[in-house]
């Protein structure tokens, strides 16, 4: 198919935040993508550590306002945005005053992983696709970038496979080396359960469910495989080229080409 709009769902986007690969990708893709043409939309937490006057943040009120239920508990969901300068790339924010005040991304300052990150994801992802719902736009491609988008290619393919916005779009998934370790929550494919999806039918995944699963998961429901770079972890890999899904190896630092190649292949 001919791909003319992409929806890059990043876990996070330089200069928000600080520089590393996962952050750099998250501008640079997009950016690259945007200049050649294609209409985007961008999407990343609003992490705590975000200066929102340096940064220039405001809440879309006419998206903002919905309340996402997590275990029986309702969840207000914020939506900001902001502009990176000189590429104008636009940056919607998803907020929420009980998972995205604290500083950290997935630890604390003492380096402990946060016990809720799994719910954090689960709303991140309902918020996105919540709010993409409300643009009423179609993405011909969902590009999921960095763990907190992990759940995204389920959540479409199962909770939101009959929304027209959602129903034809192609989902990738860019594998890298997290480096994070720890379980992601208790209960979390309890809370993962949504629409039709329910601990039932994730009975292949661990219960313990961790950074390494969580991608699994990703790697499951998605319809192709990039690598980000070349230090995967070698399960992951392994795991994702047994398949059978179009993988990407990695492409280097002029990755435009090849991955608008890869998305006309989907």
């Known amino acids: 198919m001919e791909v003319k709009k992409i929806l890059f769902i990043n876990t996070e986007t330089v200069p928000y935040v600080p520089e590393n690969k996962v952050s750099i990708m998250g501008k640079l893709v997009p950016e690259k993508i945007q200049s050649n043409g294609y209409e985007i939309r961008t999407f990343m937490p609003k992490w705590g550590s975000i200066n929102e006057r340096r940064g220039m943040l405001h809440e879309v009120i006419r998206l903002s306002g919905m309340n996402i239920i997590i275990d029986g508990t309702d969840h207000p969901l914020i939506i900001k945005v902001a502009s990176i300068p000189v590429s104008r790339l636009q940056v919607y924010f998803i907020d929420n005053d009980d998972y995205f005040t604290r500083k950290g991304i997935e630890c604390d300052e003492k380096g402990n992983t946060f016990t809720d990150n799994g719910e954090r994801a689960i709303f991140f992802a309902r918020g996105v696709l919540e709010t993409v719902k409300k643009l009423r736009w179609t993405p011909d491609i969902i590009h999921c970038q960095g763990w907190m988008s992990a759940i995204v290619p389920l959540y479409v393919k ?109």
């Open 158 to 266: 199962e909770a939101y496979k009959d929304e027209p916005c959602f129903r034809d779009c192609k989902i990738v998934s860019s594998l890298y080396d997290a480096k994070i370790e720890g379980t992601i929550g208790e209960d979390f494919k309890k809370c993962l359960a949504f629409g039709n999806i329910n601990e039932d039918s994730l009975g292949n995944y661990n219960e313990n469910f961790d950074f390494k699963e969580l991608e699994k998961l990703a790697i499951d429901f998605s319809d192709g495989i990039i690598e980000m770079d070349t230090d995967i972890m070698p399960e992951l890999k392994t795991y994702a080229q047994e398949k059978k899904k179009p993988y990407l190896p990695y492409p280097g630092e002029d990755f435009l080409e090849s991955y608008k190649a890869f998305y006309n292949t989907l």
